[in-house]
Structures are given as C-alpha cells and as structure tokens.
Nanobody
C-alpha cells in the first residue's frame, strides 16, 4: 500500500504560480513512478504529468507542457508540481497518483494509488 497526501492548492490569479506537493508513505517511494491528474467540475479526470523513479523520464499533457514542471525528492518521499503561468482553465482538483512502473498505463482507470486531491482555483 502507498498513501498519498497532496497539499498546496489554493486560489490564485491568472498568470500566477503554485507548487503542489504530494507526500507518500507506505511502500518504498523511490520504487514507484509518480504522476499528477486533475479533474474540473463536470469533466473526466485527466492526465497532467508523470515522472519515473529517478526523475530521468518525464511526460506532460500538451495543455501544460512548458508551464508545469514535475519533480521528485526521494529523500523526502515527495513529488512536486510547479505550475506557472496559470490560466482559469487550469482550475480543477489536482490528484497525486502512484504506479508500480513508469511504463504502466497513465489513464485514470489504470492508476494503482490515488491521493485525496487538492483544489486549485485560478481566477481571471
């Protein structure tokens, strides 16, 4: 089992920045690939970004590439999502996800472990 707890979500103005954190506990954190998803009201949960165990492989959704940066600190059992140049359409609940391997599926219904989510609201 892996337990995930997100933090850092809040209300921010368009053009601003936020850093989300996801603290993991349970099984060895460094052995898992980590990711972020988001879900806006009335929409399906969508992939945002993923990072492999070492940080050497990273992927982003087209909608956030160039604005968001995922990173991890295996000494702190934490994964981060730095979000810059935020837009109102980035408003959503952001969820942390853990997968056994980076090559595992990164659709919402394939995720092994989820956090409880943190709300990000971007005002125009």
């Amino acid at each position: 089992q892996v337990q995930l707890v997100e933090s850092g979500g809040r209300l921010v103005q368009a053009g601003g920045s936020l850093r989300l954190s996801c603290a993991a506990s349970g099984r060895t954190f460094s052995g898992y690939a980590m990711g972020w998803f988001r879900q806006a009201p009335g929409k399906e949960r969508e992939f945002v970004s993923a990072i492999n165990w070492s940080g050497g492989s990273i992927r982003y959704a087209d909608s956030v590439r160039g604005r968001f940066t995922i990173s991890r600190d295996n000494t702190k059992n934490t994964v981060y999502l730095q979000m810059n140049s935020l837009k109102p359409e980035d408003t959503a609940v952001y969820y942390c996800a853990a997968q056994p391997t980076y090559g595992s599926g990164w659709t919402a219904n394939e995720i092994r472990y989820w956090g409880q989510g943190t709300q990000v609201t971007v005002s125009s």
